[in-house]
């Protein structure tokens, strides 16, 4: 949450106007993702129009099934001759020209309500998370050069009415950069949408937050990405589009000095509001980190474990020879007496079958090295 005490007001020169803002108590409300998204799944749901298919659809034939008896599915079939169309399956969804499974009615429940509190829960989270750089940065915004975050400037820009002011106004705080993202974020829409008047998307821009519409927003609603909105009108679907908190949001001084208001305290109950208080966060310190650091906890967990078993990998002595002397040094020589008697029966199976077909076995060599030119003149002398 955004914890600093005093906003500085901008002039619309971009210099600072001499006047601060105390830090209205909604930005250090508790940022809930997770409450955004779901209230603005819901309320998403609310403009959507009723569709359905036709209620003839796939019964605009006279079809009657066969029957049992001639070996066909018992699906309608479709009557006459002389056509192909005859004796073909119908009305079915298995069927080719038949209806679609479970036909869409209009009377669907389209719509969700969501509770009053819960809505407002999700719009106070999505306020405060607009006053912080890295929440902003994330969603994909050009801040990097404005001077600062929130980025509120004086009243005068309410009564703006060229866009070529509202471009110089952007351009002086270094804002414009946003808008050139929007610029060239252009594209064709993936999807059906191309065909239904929906060809092109972009990006999202800053959002005006004002206070009265003196020409605000007839200088600033040619620029693309830009949208407008009045402080007590404040929707979610504008301040975190997507469900995504983090939006861009440039603040007229009046609108940011209503906030309070509207919003009211943890002390103080809103005025616009009955009976409403800015909810409460569940952790005073919501850093993890610094809470699992802290020495309560390190005193009341144990040490690290230091030491590492190593496990042994289990080999299958069957198929491992090693493993197996191991657990028997006597399988070598079983192992060695297989193998020789293996031989031994293949020589004789061999042998065996030569004598059948009457083949002499070849002479086996004698043994030792063959004899020279003069061992063989030794043995004439003797």
């Not at 998307?201 to 937050?209: E, K, S, T, V, Y």
């Not at 504008?238 to 208001?261: I, M, N, Q, Y």
């Not at 850093?287 to 650091?293: A, F, I, P, V, W």
């Amino acid at each position: 949450m955004a914890a600093r005490p005093l906003i500085t007001v901008y002039s619309e020169k971009a210099e600072p106007a001499g006047t601060t803002i105390t830090l209205p108590a909604v930005f250090r409300a508790p940022i809930r993702p997770d409450v955004v998204n779901f209230v603005h799944t819901e309320i998403r749901k609310n403009s959507r129009q009723a569709y359905c298919v036709s209620k003839f659809a796939g019964h605009q034939t006279s079809a009657e099934s066969w029957g049992t008896g001639r070996a066909v599915a018992r699906i309608p079939r479709v009557r006459g001759g002389g056509t192909h169309r005859s004796g073909q399956g119908a009305y079915g969804n298995m069927c080719r020209g038949g209806r679609m499974f479970a036909p869409t009615k209009t009377w669907r429940r389209w719509h969700r309500k969501v509770n009053v509190n819960q809505k407002r829960y999700a719009i106070c989270s999505a306020i405060a998370a607009t006053a912080i750089p890295a929440l902003v940065m994330s969603k994909g915004h050009r801040i990097e050069e404005i001077p600062e975050v929130p980025l509120v400037i004086a009243d005068k820009i309410e009564s703006y009415q060229k866009t070529k002011e509202a471009v110089g106004l952007l351009k002086r705080f270094k804002a414009w950069q946003d808008i050139l993202k929007v610029y060239n974020s252009k594209r064709f829409r993936a999807g059906k949408g191309k065909m239904r008047n929906r060809r092109r998307i972009q990006r999202r821009g800053p959002l005006i937050i004002y206070n009265q519409d003196n020409g605000i927003c007839r200088a600033f609603r040619n620029i693309p990405g830009i949208t407008l909105i009045n402080v007590s009108r404040l929707n979610l679907l504008k301040l975190a589009p997507g469900g995504h908190v983090g939006r861009f949001c440039v603040w007229t001084e009046s609108a940011f000095r209503k906030l309070d208001g509207l919003y009211g305290t943890w002390r103080k109950a809103s005025r616009e509001k009955n009976n409403y208080n800015l909810p409460m966060p569940k952790m005073t310190n919501s850093d993890l980190s610094r809470l699992l650091k802290s020495d309560e906890v390190q005193r009341a967990v144990r040490p690290p474990r230091r030491e590492h078993k190593r496990r042994v990998l289990k080999k299958n002595p069957l198929k491992n020879i090693r493993t197996m002397l191991r657990l028997n040094p006597y399988a070598a020589v079983e192992k060695r007496s297989a193998i020789l008697t293996q031989e031994k029966r293949k020589k004789e199976r061999q042998a065996a079958v030569d004598k059948r077909r009457g083949i002499v076995p070849a002479t086996a060599p004698a043994k030792g090295k063959p004899k020279t030119a003069k061992s063989k003149a030794k043995a004439a002398k003797k």
